[in-house]
């Protein structure tokens, strides 16, 4: 299989270039509000809360795949999963350096995992946070694995048998992904037009997976983390189906450690987000 015709492995660990951020105490009351998160210093924007993490990068989120990822196959692309590592919140006055790299590839029988890897520094250089995204290229199977996949985070039977700790029940708004798209910078089509989005085969808008995760993680902020977002140092998710406007999310949360729970997200029967895990400090 040649470079044109599949992944191309020689660009795989190249970093990007880097991209810069400031970051606003506007901005950051404006992502807040915009999923509907409760948590008073985030709305005030004293501090980011997590999944603010994507906004910095969000322009540069496919950049890594370019140089090995052919064209052609981008219209294929799904975000799998999504694992953030806090080293520090992002407070307002930041100025973030961010850049990217694409690890590595699996072919499977239904398409390709692909995983990038991005980091966001001040511009003193100290490190902020780390990403781990994981996209899935849909029906087309690369035929190899090659480098180094994201890590797992897979939700164990044995915690499921246990009860859960605690159970969140959330409504995403009708005009959710509207507020959404300009606090996040995510100007997507199939969260804002309804033909579009059912030309992609969709029943209409979607709701955006990461402000889905949002919710997820003012949900364990309040619920077992005491709203300090200081004290999370890991969030992660697999994407499992679309949520839509209107409709209500339940999220169920198991202790999966000392300092760590493991949750899934409903909607109705129906698993929107599972495989998650959050990390806490002490």
Known sequence: MTAQEGFDPAGLDQWTGESRFEVTRERLAEYAAATNDPIPAHLAGDVASPVFAIVPVFESLLEPALEVVPARLFGKVLHGMQDFRFHRPIRPGDKLVSRGKMTGYEGLSNGTRASVYLESRTEDGELVNEQFVTFFVR?????????????????????????????????????????????????????????????????????????????????????????????????????AKPVLPGQDLSTEIWRAGESAYAFETTVGDTVVIKDGLAEFAD
């Open 139 to 239: 029906g087309f199977d690369t035929g190899e694995t090659r480098g180094e996949l994201a890590p797992g985070h897979k939700f164990e039977d044995a915690t499921r048998a246990q009860a859960p700790v605690a159970k969140v029940s959330q409504h995403v708004d009708e005009n959710q992904t509207y507020r959404y798209s300009p606090a996040a910078g995510d100007p997507m089509p199939i969260h804002l037009d309804p033909e579009v989005a059912k030309d992609s085969g969709l029943p209409g808008i979607i709701a955006h997976g990461l402000c889905v995760m949002a919710f997820t993680s003012w949900a364990l902020l309040t619920e077992v983390g005491g709203s300090d977002v200081d004290r999370l140092k890991r969030l992660a998710v697999r994407f």
